[in-house]
């Protein structure tokens, strides 16, 4: 069975930081690209950042310069550093692995709301 499991999320004050981390407990991307989106309240899931297993990174230019996406590829794990958070960056955030042919595999999505 498929599993992404993710942690990190919370509440944080505008400027502040966060890190969510995603494990895959099963080495099922182990090979494969691995990323966040997210989903704001009303909108459409969106690409945050995603990592290849060469540490090849692709980010949403919202993101570029704040956000920093890492994998610890000895541990099955991918993080998403966020820093100068803004209120426009609360969301639900999704952990994801491509696995071709099938596509993306999702985790089961991590809160982040940032307020004062």
């Known amino acids: 069975q498929v599993q992404l499991v993710e942690s990190g999320g919370g509440l944080v004050q505008p400027g502040g930081s966060l890190r969510l981390s995603c494990a895959d407990p099963?080495?099922?991307?182990?090979?494969?690209?691995m990323g966040w989106y997210r989903q704001a309240p009303g909108k459409q899931r969106d690409l945050v950042a995603s990592?290849?297993?060469?540490?090849?990174?692709n980010y949403a230019d919202s993101v570029k310069g704040r956000f920093t996406i890492s994998r610890d590829n000895a541990k099955n794990t991918v993080y998403l550093q966020m820093n100068s958070l803004k209120p426009e960056d609360t969301a639900v955030y999704y952990c994801?692995?491509?696995?071709?042919?099938?596509?993306?595999?999702w985790g089961q999505g991590t809160q982040v709301t940032v307020s004062s």
């Open positions: 099963g080495s099922i991307f182990s090979d494969n690209v």
């Open positions: 990592i290849s297993v060469w540490g090849s990174k």
């Open positions: 994801y692995g491509y696995k071709p042919p099938f596509g993306n595999y």
